[in-house]
């Protein structure tokens, strides 16, 4: 049986015209950048994350309410608000996601996305 890799996401502050998020799993050695990922790879994440209740809701409100059902741009802000830090724990496993408590990426305005599904799901 083929076991599911694990995933890391990492929120690059580095650029100074325009920010990053990286995507590796524990099977590749180097991180892509998430605009390089294949709609099979964006299909694949976001299937995972769909195994979670939360995570679930989360994505369906994103795709349906504020991307037009658009996966990657759905995923996408999912992930800047849920895994963005480097740290010793991959953001998804083969049997479970690992949320992180990451700086808010709305810290200059206010989330357009509180009271409107649970997009933002802290530890």
Known sequence: MNQEPSIEFYFSLNHVFEQKIYVRWDIRSQ?????????????????????DHKAKMAL??????????????????????NWTEIDQ??????????????????KSTQCPFRGKGLVCIKP
């Not at 605009?35 to 195994?51: A, G, N, V, W």
């Not at 953001?91 to 990451?102: A, C, W």
């Open 31 to 51: 991180w892509l950048s998430f605009d390089e990922l294949t709609p099979i790879e964006i299909e694949h994440i976001f299937s995972r994350c769909m195994k």
């Open 60 to 81: 369906l409100h994103l795709s349906r309410e504020k991307f037009n059902g658009d996966k990657a741009a759905a995923l996408k802000q999912f992930i800047m608000c």
């Open 89 to 106: 724990v991959y953001d998804i496993t083969p049997s479970r996601l690992n949320f992180e408590r990451v700086p808010c990426p709305f």
